[in-house]
Each structure stands twice: as structure tokens, then as C-alpha cells.
């Protein structure tokens, strides 16, 4: 169980709760509830398949699926990620996730924002929709200093190729307080697919393991 909270350069603060189940050892099953100033905007739901290992201890991978509906209005996402990690020392390690993504929804505005007038949510299949196929590119590189504290590096990209366009650059350090509880800060910009320049952006994050 975690919950996020991210801080961009905008009025509005952005929140996640999300509570993640495993089960058989490698399955594992996620809800997540995005939130805007204390609303929930969005259903998350993600399925998570840790793939059998190659009899290599410094490295794991697996697939991830995920669905996620709009509540403000009927845009919709599904994504497909294959996820690898790797370990290169005790020190030392990586985690990619690479894939693609569907988007049926809003348009884009000329100033770059998505249309959230209500002629524009009324209908997904209405001519105001559109549909985008992006690559999605998640990159992690950690440095365990100690048992306590982790420091790490997150980039994050996401686009269509075209006109859609998301970057982000964000170091972050993780403390553990607890063997099972455990706080992330991060500081870092990004240039998210609403906008049209880069901005500063934190993000805090707990997490707790029953």
C-alpha cells in the first residue's frame, strides 16, 4: 500500500492511493486512485506477471498490463509494459520498463491542453475524440548506500512520435524507516503531455507492507 504525492509547477497538487495484492508468488494485482486537489479523477487497475527466471541472479523481468478510465470524462488508457531489472554489484542496479500505450479520448487544444469542454466529453466515438498509440519508457538506476538509504536517478518518456510529448528527469533518494514502511522524495522537471515547457516537479511518496 502506497500513496503519492506529486507537486508540479501548476495550481493544482496531484495525488495517488494505491494498494498493490500479490498472490502465488509472482502475480500481482493493483488499484490505484489518482486524485486532483482531494478528487478522484481516475480508476487504475494493473495486472503484474513476474516472468521465470533465466537462472541468472542479476536479473529479473516480467509484464505488466494496465486499464485506466477517466472520471471527468470518457477518455480511456490500456498499457503493456515489459519490465527488466538488473543488478549489477550489492550496490548498483537498474530498472527498465519499455512499452506502448492506447489513448482514446480528448483532443489537444491549440495552447497544447487537453479539450475538457462538455461538447468534448460527451461521447468517446463523437468526431472530437481522438485515438494515439504512444511509447512509454520508464528508466531507474539506484545506488543502495546503505540499508537505510537508497539514492536514484528516474527518467521517464512517453509520446506518440508527433505532437504528444512527455519528459521527465527526476533524482530521488528513499529512506527506509522500518523493515516494511518506507518515504521517497524526489526533485527533479518535467514537461508533462498538457504542457509546453519544462517545470519543476517533487513528489513524496509512502509506503507500508502488510
Known amino acids: 500500500m502506497n500513496s503519492l504525492a506529486k507537486f508540479p509547477n501548476q495550481k493544482q497538487t496531484k495525488y495517488a492511493h494505491e494498494i498493490e495484492y500479490t498472490f502465488e508468488n509472482n502475480h500481482a494485482l493493483e488499484l490505484e486512485l489518482p486524485m486532483t486537489e482531494g478528487k478522484v479523477t481516475d480508476l487504475k487497475f494493473a495486472y503484474q506477471y513476474t516472468l521465470p527466471d533465466l537462472n541468472l541472479e542479476v536479473y529479473k523481468h516480467g509484464l505488466q498490463f494496465i486499464s485506466e478510465q477517466s472520471i471527468s470524462d ?11 531489472a538488473f543488478r549489477f554489484n550489492q550496490s548498483f542496479g537498474v530498472l527498465l ?10 483532443k489537444y487544444l491549440e495552447t497544447g ?19 494515439s ?7 531507474n538506476f539506484f545506488y543502495d548506500h546503505s540499508e537505510t538509504w537508497i539514492y536514484g536517478l528516474e527518467i521517464n ?11 521527465l528527469i527526476l533524482p530521488n533518494i528513499k529512506y527506509h524507516i ?9 526533485l527533479g522537471v518535467a514537461n508533462e503531455l498538457e504542457q509546453k515547457q519544462m517545470s519543476p516537479i517533487s513528489i513524496f511518496r509512502f509506503v507500508l507492507e502488510i
Do not use: C
Not at 122 to 131: D, G, H, Q, S
Not at 178 to 183: A, L, P, R
Open 97 to 106: 520498463m519499455n512499452g506502448f500505450q492506447r489513448y482514446v479520448g480528448v
Open 178 to 186: 522500518t523493515e516494511k514502511t518506507n518515504f521517497h522524495f524526489g
Open 74 to 84: 470518457s477518455s480511456h488508457t490500456v498499457s503493456a509494459l515489459y519490465l527488466s
Open 133 to 139: 498509440d504512444r511509447y512509454l519508457g520508464n528508466f
Open 113 to 131: 491542453n487537453f479539450d475538457s469542454s462538455h461538447d468534448a466529453s460527451i461521447n468517446i466515438w463523437a468526431p472530437e475524440k481522438i485515438r
Open 157 to 167: 518518456l512517453r509520446t506518440n512520435f508527433k505532437k504528444e510529448n512527455e519528459f
